[in-house]
């Protein structure tokens, strides 16, 4: 009988936790965390003196590490990204256009890993 009631025990948290587990999972990235952006538009871009870009959005990200002294609102890749000039190519075509994009960030300084023109 006492194995039974842990058993029931253990699985009764193993349920809890991988129910937890798939609400983390499932819910969508903000711009402040890992993962993909909801749909922000282009307010500036900065191309710094190693070729970098920063990127200013809209809504503004808030808690990014700041890289270049741009302050914690920018988003950027680095000039060491292999797709720099791909993604250089659709922030212009977004921020002349006002077209929106989602950004895929991939750490706390909200370092860009890719981007989708036109959002989600």
């Given amino acids: 009988m006492m194995r039974y009631v842990c058993l029931a025990g253990i699985r009764s948290a193993a349920c809890t936790l991988a ?10 990235a903000s711009a402040e ?12 871009l900065v191309v710094t003196s190693d070729g970098g870009v920063n990127v200013l ?3 503004p990200l808030s808690t990014c590490v700041a890289q270049d002294g741009y302050g914690n609102q920018m988003a950027w890749i680095p000039v060491t ?17 006002g077209t929106p994009m989602s950004l895929y960030l991939i750490d706390s300084t909200c370092k860009v890993a890719e981007t989708i023109l036109g959002g989600w």
């Fill in 19 to 28: 129910a937890s587990l798939m609400v983390v999972c499932a819910s969508p």
């Fill in 33 to 44: 965390n890992v993962g993909w952006t909801a749909n922000v538009t282009i307010k500036k």
């Fill in 57 to 59: 959005t809209s809504p």
């Fill in 81 to 97: 990204h292999p797709g720099l000039k791909q993604i250089k190519a659709d922030l212009l075509v977004a921020f002349t256009t």
